[in-house]
């Protein structure tokens, strides 16, 4: 019988389950599997509600979880503990999301590996561990270039009334939202960071307009030069990006590159694939 593993890549926001093992592949997709927003029976009722319904009658051998959060070993243990409650039997490891990013696009090659989603971070990766990484400070002090840094921006823009009257009535159009609603989800409300990164959609839908594209650009421009010039390395080797901002704007990303002499390897919507190759 062959190994039957899941491989989980966890963000904030969301989390991609692959079930791998001979022919089989199965794909689940669940809520974000964090540790600084659920405490590890909240991530039990999370696996049981939307991950378990999914697998039945498939027994798992081996767990090989990434994700956010999981770079102290306090954290890791709330998600291992969670896992080894549904999958008692199973070998689990958990590992940084920064891990598995490295993994997934540098494969066993020296690289810089980079996430911009709702969160952002990077590491030098000389092909087997992550020998230097950014400090992750989280989307309060840091996520420089992330949905939540970018997300914020366009509601400063807002809030401010900075936007011209073209892109306010675009944004109110397309969010019918106020001061006092939007205060009371970052302040008040569970997971505001996602709430902040939902805001970053509005940068995508309207390119072209010359505050969306400087939003964009300072934005990416403050992730290159607070933790990519920080390396060394990034004049030395390729820099891989992972995550739904930085492949949504990847043209920028290229540009940015090329103004800081820097070689782009891989840019990756999603590090399954390439965990997959890994994992198999």
């Not at 890791?76 to 689990?92: I, M, Q, T, Y």
């Not at 106020?178 to 709430?195: G, S």
């Amino acid at each position: 019988m062959p190994t039957v593993k899941l491989i989980a890549d966890s963000g904030s926001t969301k989390a991609e389950w692959c079930v791998i093992g001979g022919a089989r592949k199965k794909t689940v997709m669940t809520e974000g599997m964090s540790p600084y927003f659920l405490n590890t029976d909240q991530m039990m009722t999370l696996l049981k509600t939307q991950l378990l319904p999914n697998l039945k009658n498939i027994k798992i051998d081996e767990v090989y979880f990434y994700g956010t959060g999981c770079k102290s070993p306090e954290n890791r243990k709330s998600v291992a503990k969670a896992l080894k409650a549904h999958f008692p039997d199973a070998h689990v490891e958990v590992n940084h999301d920064l891990l598995g990013i490295a993994r997934a696009s540098c494969g066993n090659e020296k690289g810089i590996a980079c996430i911009l989603g709702t969160g952002s971070n990077a590491c030098y990766f000389n092909g087997k561990t992550i020998v230097k990484n950014s400090p992750g400070l989280g989307y309060v002090l840091g996520d420089e270039g992330s949905g939540a840094y970018l997300g914020r921006k366009v509601l400063q823009y807002f809030l401010y009334n900075t936007f011209d009257e073209d892109l306010r009535s675009r944004f109110d159009a397309l969010y019918v939202t106020n001061a006092v609603e939007i205060l009371d989800h970052i302040y008040k409300k569970p997971l505001p960071n996602r709430y902040l990164a939902s805001f970053a959609l509005f940068l995508a839908e309207n390119r072209g307009h010359y505050m969306i594209e400087n939003i964009i650009e300072d934005g990416l421009n403050d992730f290159f030069f607070q933790h990519l010039c920080k390396f060394g390395e990034s004049w030395k080797y390729p820099i891989h990006f992972v995550g739904s901002v930085g492949y949504g704007f990847r043209d920028v990303l290229l540009d940015l590159a090329s103004s800081y002499e820097f070689t782009v390897g891989k840019i990756l919507k999603s590090p399954m694939e390439g965990l997959v190759k890994y994992h198999q």
